[in-house]
């Protein structure tokens, strides 16, 4: 019986194979994917789905370990990848996928939805123009996340009225910067 490959040294390949792919593919093909401690296994899954199979060029933002991280900074990593136009999507996993997406939507121009089934993300993409996909790693199987993440990928914004509210959506990133109230400390 042979042993199980080290996860480390799946990840080091990984990491070797999407390096060289980065070089190749411009931004609209790069997708930015990262993942908290409790998302590594079904981020390290996702980016060789997304490499082998549909053949994206990764930016891989981390983690790539199970050490504990907090996940508002790999977050932040990848709404900055799309943010900056590095990347022309981004996926965020954490256990549930809802921290990640709050701490997306912080940066302007970033539009994170935490999806679950193929309804919520056709919709984020249709309705929303989300940019940014959030998977909770407790609530999605592999086979499953790899399902949705095709479909993500392949769902074009639809456009019409959904474009206007779209619109509303980045006014309020503007107004809603320069009202912030200053808050007291509790």
């Known amino acids: ?12 390949m990984v990491r070797e194979a999407l390096a060289e792919t980065e070089r190749e593919i411009p ?12 998302g590594l296994e079904l981020k390290t899954h996702l980016a060789g789905f997304l490499v082998e199979e549909l053949r994206y060029a990764v930016k891989d933002v981390g983690t790539h370990s199970k050490d504990a991280v907090d996940y508002p900074d790999i977050a932040a990593a990848v709404a900055r990848a799309v943010q900056s136009g590095e990347c022309f999507r981004g996926i965020v996993i954490d256990a549930a996928g809802i921290g990640s997406a709050i701490a997306c939507n912080k940066f302007k121009g970033v539009r994170a ?10 919709n984020s993409r249709e309705h929303n123009d989300a940019n940014v996909l959030s998977l909770g790693a407790r609530f999605v199987n592999p086979g499953h996340a790899r399902r949705l993440v095709r ?14 509210r779209v619109q509303k959506i980045s006014a309020l990133e503007e107004s809603e910067k320069s009202r912030a109230p200053e808050r007291e400390s509790r």
Request: neutral net charge.
């Open 27 to 38: 931004a609209r093909g790069r997708v930015a994917i990262g993942a908290d401690h409790g």
């Open 151 to 164: 479909i993500w990928l392949a769902t074009d914004f639809a456009g019409g009225r959904h474009a206007k």
């Open 1 to 12: 019986m042979t042993n199980p490959p080290d996860p480390r040294e799946i990840e080091r």
């Open 113 to 122: 939805a935490n999806c679950h089934d193929v309804d919520s993300v056709r």
